[in-house]
């Protein structure tokens, strides 16, 4: 009973900490004679979660943990000795050297630039961390009372596997580095900081950047501390390569049709929301050799029969694995974390940036963001900034049309996010204008207000147009996702809620709109979204091949349509569906920097692997509990999981247990209650807008609280009920030079088009300075004993905001 206990105290302790921080292995059943943590027990303690965490340490046998983290104080000076011998001082200029001579170092400039690049002598003390840790684990388990106190009879290398998952079970858990929020001042609280610390007061880290992504199941890493994830049975997982071509590519003989729901557009739009959310540090080394020494180099080998790589020369596809993030404490016990260089919050970073340095460098004097008007070229619309910094390559063919600056540094991987990213420049600068001409604000109060404003148009967005599309009724309102109408306020932002990007998320379940993208973006023109019956007008609008990655010449080509012509095309034509196959585009010509061309489901597949993301079913049956069970590979046909793709999945996997994240949500089948995606996906998703809208302090909903931080953040009633009547359409007609109709939901295929002056307005007035909130647009449907409450704090914001 003790052993069951330890094992589902641990689970709370990772659980239940909001920091990301986890233990090791997520198969409880993998070993005999192990700690196995059954239903009953976890449904028994869950009730122990709000406990403080020493509380709850101190109900495991004490006996037993104490005198294991004894045995580990003993030995880590020693551990670390070791460790930094192997891993010396010196490794570093090494790997500056070796990198400074990489024929392909940006190779990854689509994907990551200098501002995700991790430092290296971070990284290093992260690396040496790691290593003092296994050195530590590897002595403690060689010691016969360790093994007699932890009750361990297996020999060999299981004996070595359940010891080391029992000792880092005692040892305290990795902690978080510490922020607090000080001297800001009162206009200061009103707004968001540009890296997102101090959303939350009582834990300034929680969301901000940089800080570890969070676990929502243990971490499974070969030797549960770092090593990527291993097959059940210890042998090596599949090529990911062949995964990709023998399970989820045309050589499967599976078909690519279109979405019957969700334009193109959608998939630039989860691409853009995505870039507002998450982006993992990177590694600065030199993994050029297919078969590395550097155990941070986890390449993908190309199979000697794949003829669609090989004929190019292409022998494998380079793999840096993400940064570890380097916890506050040496030798600190646990598991590798990566770090989350943005905020987690959809706060329209992707817009701004999330440092301060990036923010003042996009930013122009009088409150508005920086812009570009090109010199070259038929006139057109203001476009983002050129990209100034003379190391980031780029791919245009022509000198006077540049890359492009952004808040997010993918900003240039295609031009559908180009015209995205454009267009929430052009609508910051549309509504600082408002501002500029219709109040006496300095730069200063024009720029956060509307940066307030349009993060709130982009959550708005994403919950009432986004996501009923990808997730069913049910899904929704178990969630709790579906945003309140009129003037009514959402009362359920709790504190004790850590919005960051789980690594399930990020590196797996939000990966399923690489299936949407088509092969190429169409181009049309003004009339109706069509070509003209001449040739000329069809040769003068081309369509863009997805496969020109990085090309930003499109957009400056007013004269075939601007970023006109690509948003006609995304709103008019259908993503692909969604169904575990990809574009040859991506799949196999993905061009992510000068040297490099490899297959991105792959890459997604290893990703997941090596941050330590466990087994699909682990999610399926544990996390998300759907049943029926999948426990054997006849099991997924519950799923909707064809007998043919079983048998594909067969002949890659040795067990079902072993199929990677990202490669069973993708084939599930859309769930048969509403939305594109498969139960498994559709769970994890909602998890985390559910955390995205409860633990974000200045969500636009949020009523005012004193208590909770709220009263200042608050918009007032009359604003929320303005902001509930954006659309993602009017905000392309109000930004578009010559878009006259549109249709209403620009996400949903719709061949309705509607007059763009139709189309409801977001009235700018009631965020000047002053405005009272009296009466009402629409009738309020707020319930009438809130009502004195609400126009009684709204009187408080109000007398704030004129001060």
């Not at 192990?34 to 869950?46: G, I, K, M, N, Q």
């Not at 790997?95 to 991790?118: D, M, V, W």
């Not at 800080?211 to 090596?236: C, H, I, M, W």
């Not at 599930?668 to 498994?680: H, I, M, Y």
Request: net charge negative.
């Amino acid at each position: 009973m003790a052993e069951r206990l330890l094992s589902a105290l641990l689970l709370i302790l990772v659980l239940g900490l909001e920091q990301g921080s986890s233990s090791v292995l997520n198969n409880q059943d993998r070993f005999e004679g192990d700690t196995h943590t059954t239903p009953d027990v976890v449904d028994d303690l869950a009730e122990m979660n709000d406990l403080d965490m020493e509380q709850v340490q101190e109900s495991e046998p004490t006996d037993v943990c104490k005198q294991i983290k004894d045995e580990f104080k003993a030995v880590a000076n020693k551990s670390m000795a070791e460790a930094k011998s192997e891993k010396p001082d010196s490794l570093l200029k090494q790997r500056k050297a070796e990198y400074t001579f990489c024929p392909t170092k940006n190779f990854q400039i689509l994907q990551h630039g200098k501002k995700s690049e991790a430092d290296d002598s971070k990284v290093l003390r992260a690396l040496q961390d790691e290593a003092c840790v296994i050195s530590a684990i590897r002595d403690i388990c060689e010691k016969k009372n360790v093994l007699h106190l932890l009750k361990i009879t297996a020999s060999g290398e299981e004996r070595i596997t359940i010891c080391r998952r029992k000792v880092l079970q005692c040892l305290q858990p990795r902690q978080l580095r510490h922020a607090e929020c000080r001297n800001q001042s009162k206009e200061e609280a009103r707004f968001r900081t540009i890296h997102g610390t101090c959303n939350n007061v009582r834990q300034p880290l929680f969301g901000a950047a940089p800080t570890p992504f969070k676990r929502l199941q243990l971490a499974d890493y070969a030797n549960q501390v770092s090593t990527p994830r291993e097959a059940l049975n210890g042998s090596k997982l599949p090529n990911a390569r062949n995964v990709s071509r023998f399970v989820l590519a045309f050589n499967a003989d599976r078909q690519n049709p279109d979405s019957p729901t969700l334009t193109h557009l959608a998939m630039n739009w989860g691409q853009f929301l995505d870039h507002d959310v998450t982006l993992a540090e990177e590694q600065k080394i030199n993994c050029e050799a297919p078969n590395s020494t550097n155990p941070e180099c986890f390449n993908i080998e190309v199979p000697s029969d794949d003829y669609v790589f090989r004929k190019r020369g292409v022998s494998f596809f380079k793999v840096i694995r993400d940064a570890p993030d380097q916890f506050k404490t040496e030798c600190s016990p646990g598991p590798r974390e990566h770090t989350n260089t943005i905020t987690a919050f959809i706060d329209a970073s992707n817009v701004y940036g999330s440092d301060d340095e990036e923010a003042e460098h996009l930013r122009a004097p009088d409150g508005r963001m920086r812009i570009m008007k090109p010199l070259y070229g038929c006139p057109l619309g203001d476009l983002l900034p050129a990209e100034t910094d003379t190391e980031v390559p780029c791919v245009s063919r022509d000198p006077n049309r540049p890359c492009f600056d952004a808040g997010d540094e993918r900003v240039n991987e295609n031009q559908g996010l180009m015209s995205v990213h454009t267009l929430f420049v052009r609508e910051h600068n549309r509504i600082a204008d408002f501002f500029g001409k219709n109040t006496d604000w300095e730069a200063e109060q024009i720029y956060q207000e509307t940066r307030r404003i349009v993060g709130a148009e982009l959550q708005f967005i994403t919950y009432n147009e986004d996501l009923p599309l990808l997730l069913s009724p049910k899904t929704i309102r178990e969630n709790n996702l579906s945003l309140l109408k009129g003037r009514r306020y959402f009362k359920g932002y709790n504190p004790d809620v850590n919005a960051q990007m789980s690594q399930a998320f990020s590196a797996a379940a939000y990966r399923f709109g690489h299936s949407l993208v088509q092969e190429e973006f169409l181009r049309f023109t003004q009339d109706g979204f069509e070509h003209k019956c001449s040739s000329d007008s069809k040769s003068e609008y081309p369509s863009i091949p997805v496969l020109d990655f990085g090309n930003p010449t499109y957009l400056y080509d007013k004269c075939s349509g601007g970023v006109d012509s690509i948003f006609r095309g995304l709103v008019k034509s259908p993503a692909a569906k969604v169904d575990g196959l990809f574009s040859k585009s991506v799949q196999e010509n993905l061009f992510r920097g000068p040297g490099d061309l490899s297959d991105l489901i792959a890459i997604n597949i290893q990703r997941g692997r090596e941050r330590g993301v466990p087994s699909y079913t682990t999610y399926r049956n544990e996390f998300c509990k759907i049943t029926p069970k999948v426990g054997k590979f006849e099991d997924l046909e519950n799923a909707g999981i064809g007998k043919k793709d079983i048998n594909n999945l067969r002949s890659q996997y040795q067990s079902v247990q072993d199929i990677d994240l990202f490669v069973g949500g993708m084939m599930e089948r859309a769930d048969p209650e509403g939305g594109v995606l498969g139960k498994t996906f559709q769970c994890l998703i909602a998890e985390q807008f559910k955390r995205l809208r409860e633990g974000e302090r200045f969500w636009h909903e949020n009523a005012p609280n004193g208590i909770l931080n709220t009263t200042k953040t608050a918009f007032t009633q009359c604003q929320l009920q303005e902001i509930r009547r954006v659309t993602l359409a009017k905000i392309i007609c109000d930004n578009a030079e010559n878009i006259p109709s549109i249709p209403r939901r620009v996400l949903q295929q719709s061949k309705i088009f509607v007059e763009c002056y139709k189309l409801p307005e977001m009235d700018l007035n009631v965020f000047k300075p002053g405005f009272r909130c009296r009466g009402t647009r629409a009738k309020s449907d707020a319930p009438e004993d809130e009502t004195d409450e609400i126009d009684t704090q709204e009187d408080e914001i109000d007398e704030e905001f004129t001060e």
